[in-house]
């Protein structure tokens, strides 16, 4: 049961950063407590846990542009940040952890500020219809965070030409391109700003919560596992890891997220296997590289080894790609 709340407001822009100290609150957040975290990066495209870096984002035109890209912990697709945008992490044990209450805080946000606004789908929050804020999850070792963005004023014209979504997924959607599914917080209320949304955020985390925020700041000993952290996170292998050379891949959207499989074969057997996705369940490339790696290359013989995937829906989903690959 929450019985204390705490408030860390970042100051830094740098991505790793600011990643790193999203991870240290979520170790450090105690029992019976839930803490938010309110952060900004400066031209930075975050993509999934599970994501090819190199298909959901022009990763040259944004370095050429002096921008960064970095892998969160959790699941998900693929994200633009910037200074008109603000991101929120909500912090706690899994026993404490409440998605609707989470939901609330930021939708009351909103309400201060004058904008009616709803959940829809996996992940996303709505303003008449139209995208301002993108959800994901991650929990590990009995504690849990969410975290998202929101769009105030933040450059969508930047955020068209770094994201290159699979095509398959926004035919699935019925839309073009990424700009014509979002919408800035800041067209219902002109002039609205961060740090406007930065206030009503602290103000509804209490409200909805009942409870006082504390404001926290970082001890020396957190600011050493920040920089130790932020260094893992800035690495070449944590943001592209090893590129397979594939000799089969297919591709294909789903409701529950989009997937690309790829596998290499030799002599009739899968060696290698790698899945991209931006599915929410983050374990599910390792369930599926475990199941396969060491297979016949027989459409029956992978779908026999999917079954040990533990969702059905996407054992039955990822049977059918394979019979359609084949």
Same mark, same amino acid.
């Given at each position: 049961?929450?019985?204390?709340?705490?408030?860390?407001?970042?100051?830094?822009? /740098?991505?790793?950063?600011?990643?790193?100290?999203?991870?240290?609150?979520?170790?450090?957040?105690?029992?019976?407590?839930?803490?938010?975290?309110?952060?900004?990066?400066?031209?930075?495209?975050?993509?999934?846990?599970?994501?090819?870096?190199? =298909?959901?984002?022009?990763?040259?035109?944004?370095?050429?542009?002096?921008?960064?890209?970095?892998?969160?912990?959790?699941?998900?697709?693929?994200?633009?940040?910037?200074?008109?945008?603000?991101?929120?992490?909500?912090?706690?044990?899994?026993?404490?952890?409440?998605?609707?209450?989470?939901?609330?805080?930021?939708?009351?946000?909103?309400?201060?500020?004058?904008?009616?606004?709803?959940?829809?789908?996996?992940?996303?929050?709505?303003?008449?219809?139209?995208?301002?804020?993108?959800?994901?999850?991650?929990?590990? *070792?009995?504690?849990?965070?969410?975290?998202?963005?929101?769009?105030?004023?933040?450059?969508?014209?930047?955020?068209?030409?770094?994201? &290159?979504?699979?095509?398959?997924?926004?035919?699935?959607?019925?839309?073009?391109?990424?700009?014509?599914?979002?919408?800035?917080?800041?067209?219902?209320?002109?002039?609205?700003?961060?740090?406007?949304?930065?206030?009503?955020?602290?103000?509804?985390?209490?409200?909805?919560?009942?409870? &006082?925020?504390?404001?926290?700041?970082?001890?020396?000993?957190?600011?050493?596992?920040?920089?130790?952290?932020?260094?893992?996170?800035?690495?070449?292998?944590?943001?592209?890891?090893?590129?397979?050379?594939?000799?089969?891949?297919?591709?294909?959207?789903?409701?529950?997220?989009?997937?690309?499989?790829?596998?290499?074969?030799? =002599?009739?057997?899968?060696?290698?296997?790698?899945?991209?996705?931006?599915?929410?369940?983050?374990?599910?490339?390792? *369930?599926?590289?475990?199941?396969?790696?060491?297979?016949?290359?027989?459409?029956?013989?992978?779908?026999?080894?999917?079954?040990?995937?533990? /969702?059905?829906?996407?054992?039955? /989903?990822?049977?059918?790609?394979?019979?359609?690959?084949?």
């Amino acid at each position: 049961m929450i019985e204390k709340l705490q408030l860390y407001v970042g100051t830094g822009l /740098d991505p790793y950063e600011n990643l790193a100290i999203e991870y240290q609150l979520l170790t450090t957040t105690p029992a019976n407590c839930c803490t938010l975290y309110l952060w900004q990066n400066r031209n930075t495209v975050v993509i999934g846990k599970n994501q090819n870096a190199w =298909a959901e984002c022009r990763v040259s035109l944004l370095e050429s542009e002096g921008g960064k890209l970095a892998r969160r912990l959790s699941g998900g697709g693929a994200v633009y940040h910037d200074m008109g945008n603000l991101n929120f992490t909500f912090l706690c044990h899994q026993e404490d952890y409440d998605l609707d209450r989470q939901f609330a805080v930021i939708a009351q946000a909103c309400a201060l500020a004058g904008i009616p606004v709803e959940r829809s789908g996996r992940n996303d929050l709505l303003a008449q219809g139209r995208k301002f804020s993108g959800n994901a999850f991650y929990h590990a *070792q009995g504690r849990a965070y969410h975290h998202g963005t929101i769009l105030v004023h933040a450059d969508t014209e930047k955020l068209s030409r770094y994201l &290159s979504p699979p095509k398959a997924k926004l035919a699935a959607k019925g839309v073009s391109s990424v700009r014509s599914r979002v919408c800035n917080l800041s067209e219902f209320v002109p002039g609205l700003t961060c740090d406007a949304m930065k206030t009503h955020m602290a103000k509804a985390f209490e409200a909805v919560y009942g409870l &006082s925020a504390t404001p926290i700041s970082l001890s020396q000993e957190d600011l050493v596992q920040i920089k130790e952290k932020a260094r893992e996170f800035s690495q070449w292998e944590h943001l592209f890891g090893q590129k397979l050379p594939c000799s089969v891949s297919c591709e294909k959207y789903f409701f529950w997220g989009t997937v690309c499989l790829e596998m290499n074969v030799t =002599a009739g057997t899968v060696t290698q296997v790698r899945l991209y996705t931006d599915a929410m369940d983050w374990t599910l490339p390792s *369930q599926v590289e475990a199941a396969l790696t060491g297979c016949r290359f027989q459409p029956e013989a992978l779908q026999s080894a999917l079954a040990k995937l533990e /969702d059905p829906q996407v054992r039955e /989903d990822l049977c059918r790609l394979l019979r359609h690959a084949f």
